[in-house]
T-cell receptor, first 114, second 116 residues
């Protein structure tokens, strides 16, 4: 059981480039989330999804887009990379049916924008 | 406004010492959930515990214990007889029931350094 899988683990982008961070989970969780973690900080929510075809903005959505075409996958897209998007990105999922379900996290993607 | 405050940025202890991590939260919701996560140097986030607002019983799991006090809006975490493997960043997080989607609000984290 792989849980939440994120790819790639590391990436360096040039300013203005685009990329997609992949996230897939095999736990049949309805709820999925994208967070970013800046150095010395806690995690901040970028986007979340409560099921296929349903997404919504979190606390820091600017510069990102998401889609949720299947239950398993929740990719995060950076369209025009900026230095401020240098961060570690975490994808998470939870069962969602009952409130307060713990979120299960992927191992993160470390992204540097130069 | 910050809803979860972890005032301790870093705590350094010698192995076998106890260490307590403070977490203070803010919410107007009567139903909410509190979590602790561990982030070891390898970077992954490991779920440790969840508490709902109606259960104020303290909990012990091995060397870990949690003290939940609604009167002071605190959910503190103690590691007893610390070990080098406990070195990590520990995050406290809040999920409010009014927010149906289970979003977590994290504190800034406390770095625990355990030296031999």
């Amino acid at each position: 059981n792989a849980g939440v899988t994120q790819t790639p683990k590391f990436r360096i982008l040039k300013i203005g480039q685009s990329m997609t961070l992949q996230c897939t989970q095999d736990m049949n969780h309805n709820y999925m989330y994208w967070y970013r973690q800046d150095p010395g900080m806690g995690l901040k929510l970028i986007y979340y999804s409560v099921g296929a075809g349903i997404t919504d903005k979190g606390e820091v959505p600017n510069g990102y887009n998401v889609s949720r075409s299947t239950t398993e996958d929740f990719p995060l897209r950076l369209e025009l990379a900026a230095p401020s998007q240098t961060s570690v990105y975490f994808c998470a999922s939870s069962y969602g049916r009952g409130k307060g379900q713990p979120q299960h996290f992927g191992d993160g993607t470390r992204l540097s924008i130069l | 406004a910050q809803k979860v405050t972890q005032a301790q940025t870093e705590i350094s202890v010698v192995e076998k010492e106890d260490v307590t991590l403070d977490c203070v939260y803010e919410t107007r919701d009567t139903t909410y959930y509190l979590f602790w996560y561990k982030q070891p140097p390898s970077g992954e986030l490991v779920f440790l515990i969840r508490r709902n607002s109606f259960d104020e019983q303290n909990e012990i799991s091995g060397r870990y214990s949690w003290n939940f006090q609604k009167s002071t809006s605190s959910f503190n975490f103690t590691i007893t007889a610390s070990q080098v493997v406990d070195s990590a960043v520990y995050f406290c997080a809040l999920s409010e029931a009014l927010d149906s989607w289970g979003k977590l609000q994290f504190g800034a984290g406390t770095q625990v350094v355990v030296t031999p």
